[in-house]
């Protein structure tokens, strides 16, 4: 399968930080990733779609001023956690996919601790 | 509303033993249904999708069987293998913009 990989897979920061996370699809271009949150046991919720050089589309309840998603290239999208609280720590995932059939290639996830 | 369904949140089978794991949806856009397999703190990896024009789809010791008037699916790993422990995501996606719905998963364990 297509390699997707996600940096970095965990990171610790202080409340009101920012906090950044890389999606690189490696070996194909994607047109289109997904970013999920994962709470304990629980599905992959999805936050946002970003398509490449367009603004994403956030699914309902995500705020996006809080969770800036920029997606520049065919190859990255990034996700920044803004002004981040204990309450958004969470396991969060991204998905690439290369558009032409709905197979989603997943990152490793990046498990974000806010203390 | 939980559009993609998996009841089971744990099933635990011996080796060599058939695992099956169902999933149930309620979203008639559908037409393309995926299972992913997860570890603990990783990514899922895709592993067989099937159409909503196709009853069953084979690749290896994996099986997915979808009947579309019970708006159902299932999962068949046989044989199973220890290494097949990990949580099982089933989704379903329609329309153009290929967004993915899971359901909750089930954690097959596989005893040796």
């Known amino acids: 399968g297509a390699v997707v990989s996600q940096h970095p897979s965990w990171v610790i920061c202080k409340s009101g930080t920012s906090v950044k996370i890389e999606c690189r699809s490696l070996?194909?271009?994607?047109?289109?990733m997904f970013w999920y949150r994962q709470f304990p046991k629980q599905s992959l919720m999805l936050m946002a779609t970003?398509?490449?050089?367009?603004?994403?589309?956030?699914e309902q309840g995500v705020e996006k001023d809080k969770f800036l998603i920029n997606h520049a290239s065919l190859t990255l999208s990034t996700l920044t956690v803004t002004s981040a609280h204990p309450e958004d720590s969470s396991f969060y995932i991204c998905s690439a996919s290369a558009g032409v059939s709905p197979e989603a290639f997943f990152g490793q996830g990046t498990r974000l601790t806010v203390v | 509303d939980q559009q993609v369904k998996q009841n089971s949140p744990s099933l635990s089978v011996q080796e060599g033993r058939i695992s099956i794991l169902n999933c149930d949806y309620t979203?008639?856009?559908?037409?393309?249904f995926l299972w992913y397999k997860k570890y603990p703190a990783e990514g899922p990896t895709f592993l067989i999708s099937?159409?909503?024009?196709?009853d069953k789809n084979e690749d290896g010791r994996f099986t997915v069987f979808l009947n579309k008037s019970a708006k159902h699916l299932s999962l068949h790993i046989v044989p199973s293998q220890p290494g097949d422990s990990a949580v099982y995501f089933c989704a379903g996606t329609g329309g153009s913009n290929y967004k993915l719905t899971f359901g909750k998963g089930t954690l097959l364990t596989v005893n040796p």
């Open positions: 970003s398509n490449e050089g367009s603004k994403a589309t956030y």
């Open positions: 099937i159409s909503s024009i196709k």
């Open positions: 070996d194909f271009q994607a047109t289109t």
């Open positions: 979203n008639s856009m559908f037409d393309y």
